[in-house]
């Protein structure tokens, strides 16, 4: 709903664009200079943030308030300090604007100059007398916003002025922590000169050293470990600052953090150690500087569980070779892979996956996400991966993970090729498990006609049960893949098997709008009059879902709009639900009624205003609810509107106190409410 505050007035356009006649033309005509409203809260405001000078007198001369508050910038001094235009500063200033006026997207108009660099304008502020500590919005105060934007001579402005070089506030926590990770060196020199902390904690990357390591700003870090930072301070995602410069590969850092005294074996963060986050980005001569310094290449901890098998997933083989030199567990356990071989599996890492079967990683390790290497390769298509597993003894059938199988993984997506290495080699077509239950409803699922017909071939269980979607042809019909569906068939595939809600393909295909899949079951016989365990049937599905040519479709076969389901819904309900104006539009013309109630008193009417879709304006939404529902806004903002929303519950066939006793439209979720958050439902 709009408000008076999204209204914009000619005064305000005009004033925006810097229109001088147009401004002149309308203040002539006796419009108000003070009107609220518009993104920036008034005229004077606009003017101000474009910077218009001319406009400004116009309007100041006028007697537009040179302290109005609102808009995006709280105050006309702010919206011209964001824009550093310093004659409009210098007007507003002399026309009496409070210099620390608070609000705004800034907080406060030294903030909004400084964080833009506008030393000019920064300089008139301090000198009407601008607090330069005062708090701010995103930066905390103003140094820190000049110095995360390396605005030196605006930081040196504020030191000079007194700035508290040790504030803490905004996303880094404090001016260098700001600085140091922008690698703006003469800001970190004047801040670090002025008394910086610089081991002060807090902020996003914990503190100063860790931000610029993070960066690769060898000059600062340069700085930060002359002033005696803490080399080993903990905090930030990654830990410390030898795992964050690791991770980035910035070797001179890394190499001035070793030099210092940092523990090459220092545990936490994301990637658990230095070794592990260089590894993951194969960073070879930041791996090669961490062995050197003694870092254990078997530690387990971070995402991937180790070094190695950081290394293998991302298909470095100078790294995996470094590591596996050093003395790295093949078979170490752990991570998101479970295992290196794994690793490089998923992602087809050739020489990484030969590499690891060469030092005698075991082909058939169970764990993670995919259970075993076979899995995974097959998951990702990868079928020279996947001869090599087999080629060296990997189990065709191992059962695990999230597929269950390699088949169902291999069938799933599509990959043809690697289903026929994996046929070949004995792999049981019915297997069961994994999400799809099989691996012919996962090839039918995915629409894979050339995969469904290898395995239906090689004697795949055609009506086995289980998985997502209960059976492969109830896969293939939600999915509209009609080939499969006459493929499966074809295959005495029973045509109205239920799934566990008691939905057939016919339902199924309904509800997805597939309409060339409804053809084809209705010419294979498929009974489209079953209703599922809620009692709903496929004009139920299909109207719920919007799926207009199925309505139009099941309408001419005779079915009728208000059969109601075991809670009372018709199809008309559904679909003002769904909102599909369309939708609603063909079963009104077939003889829906709008006023039905279901079990719990709701009403097509009351579905689509609880909704506030497009439907209410086909549902006969009154002038006179619209004009009660006015009246509530109004009620709302002074006194309690029990009595309104009773009234206004009467009017629309909605039962009274539904929406205070918390209860809500069948098939949503939404939190309880009081009546007081009526409004928001219709607005």
């Given at each position: 709903?709009?408000t ?11 004033s925006?664009a810097?229109l ?15 009107a ?80 833009g660099?506008?030393?000019?304008v ?5 000198a009407?007398g ?12 103003a ?7 390396g ?17 803490q ?7 260098l ?5 922008r ?14 902390d610089?081991?002060?904690q807090?902020?996003?990357?914990g503190?100063?050293?860790?931000a ?11 700085m930060l470990?002359?002033k ?47 070794l ?23 530690p ?39 295992n ?11 020489q ?6 060469a030092?005698g990683?075991?082909?058939d ?6 259970g ?9 298509g ?19 993970g ?17 289903v026929?290495i ?14 799809y239950?099989?691996a ?8 894979h006609?050339?995969?469904v017909?290898?395995?239906l ?62 053809e ?9 009059t ?41 199809s ?30 709701w ?5 689509a ?26 009620k709302q ?8 929303v ?10 009274p ?13 939404l ?13």
């Amino acid at each position: 709903m709009r408000t008076l505050n999204d209204i914009r007035l000619p005064l305000y356009y005009a004033s925006f664009a810097g229109l001088i006649r147009s401004v002149k033309f309308i203040l002539d005509k006796g419009a108000d200079v003070n009107a609220q409203g518009g993104e920036y809260g008034n005229a004077l405001q606009a003017a101000s943030q474009g910077g218009h000078d001319q406009v400004m007198q116009m309007l100041l001369a006028k007697g537009a308030d040179v302290n109005a508050q609102g808009g995006e910038f709280g105050n006309a001094l702010q919206a011209a300090s964001e824009g550093g235009h310093d004659q409009v500063v210098q007007m507003l200033l002399a026309k009496g604007a409070d210099v620390n006026a608070q609000g705004g997207l800034y907080g406060n108009a030294l903030y909004a100059a400084s964080e833009g660099g506008h030393d000019q304008v920064v300089q008139m502020l301090l000198a009407k007398g601008a607090d330069v500590n005062a708090q701010g919005e995103e930066y905390g105060n103003a140094l820190y916003a000049a110095s995360e934007g390396g605005h030196d001579h605006v930081v040196q402005m504020l030191l000079a002025k007194g700035a508290d070089v040790n504030a803490q506030g905004g996303e880094f926590g404090n001016a260098l922590q700001a600085a140091s990770a922008r690698g703006h060196d003469q800001v970190v020199q004047m801040l670090l000169a002025k008394g910086a902390d610089v081991n002060a904690q807090g902020g996003l990357y914990g503190n100063a050293l860790y931000a610029a390591s993070e960066g690769g700003h060898d000059q600062v870090v340069q700085m930060l470990l002359a002033k005696e930072a803490d080399v080993n301070a903990q905090g930030g995602l990654c830990g410390n600052a030898l795992q964050a410069a690791s991770e980035g590969g910035h070797d001179q850092v890394v190499q001035m953090l070793l030099a210092k005294g940092a523990d090459v074996n220092a545990q936490g963060g994301e990637f658990g150690n230095a070794l592990q986050a260089a590894s993951e980005g194969g960073h070879d001569q930041v791996v090669q500087m961490l062995l050197a310094k003694g870092a254990n290449v078997n530690p387990q901890g971070g995402g991937y569980g180790n070094a190695l098998q950081a290394a293998s997933e991302g298909g470095h083989d100078q790294v995996v070779q470094m590591l596996l030199a050093k003395g790295a567990d093949v078979n170490a356990q752990g991570g998101y892979y479970s295992n290196a071989l794994q690793a490089a599996s998923f992602k087809g890492h050739k020489q990484v996956v030969q590499i690891l079967l060469a030092k005698g990683a075991d082909v058939d390790a169970q764990g993670g996400k995919y259970g075993n290497a076979l899995q995974a390769a097959s998951e990702g298509g990868h079928d020279q991966v996947v001869q090599m597993l087999l080629a060296k003894g990997a189990d065709v059938n191992a059962q695990g993970g999230e597929f269950g199988n390699a088949l169902q993984a291999a069938s799933e997506g599509g990959y043809d090729q690697v289903v026929q290495i994996l046929l070949a080699k004995g792999a049981d077509v019915n297997a069961q498990g994994g999400y799809y239950g099989n691996a012919l409803q996962a090839a039918s699922a995915g629409g894979h006609d050339q995969v469904v017909q290898m395995l239906l071939a090689k004697g795949a269980d055609v009506n086995a049960q289980g998985g997502e979607y209960g059976n492969a042809l109830n896969a293939a019909s939600e999915g509209g893949h009609d080939q499969v569906v006459r493929l499966l068939l074809n295959h005495d595939a029973v045509i109205n098997r239920k799934d566990i809600q008691g939905r057939t393909p016919f339902h199924l295909a309904s509800a997805g709008g597939q309409m060339e899949t409804v053809e084809t079951l209705s010419s294979f016989g498929s009974d489209p009059t079953i209703i599922d365990t809620q009692g709903r049937n496929c004009l139920h599905h299909a109207a719920s879902k919007g799926s207009i040519e199925i309505v139009n479709w099941l309408l001419k076969k005779g079915f009728d709009p208000n059969y109601a389901d075991r809670d009372g819904w018709t199809s008309l309900h559904w679909a003002a639900k769904n909102g599909s104006v369309s939708t609603i539009e063909v079963l009104k013309a077939a003889g829906a009624g709008s006023t039905i109630e279901a079990i719990e008193g709701w009403t097509p009417d009351s579905i689509a205003i609880f909704h506030h879709n497009q439907s209410s304006s086909i549902l006969d939404v009154s002038l006179a609810y619209e004009n009660k529902k006015s009246e509530l806004a109004v009620k709302q903002s002074t006194s309690s509107s029990t009595a309104a929303v009773e009234s206004i519950d009467d009017e629309r066939n909605v039962s009274p106190g539904i929406w205070r006793k918390g209860y809500y439209c069948d098939g949503c979720l939404l939190v309880s409410f009081d009546s007081n958050n009526l409004l928001n439902l219709f607005v």
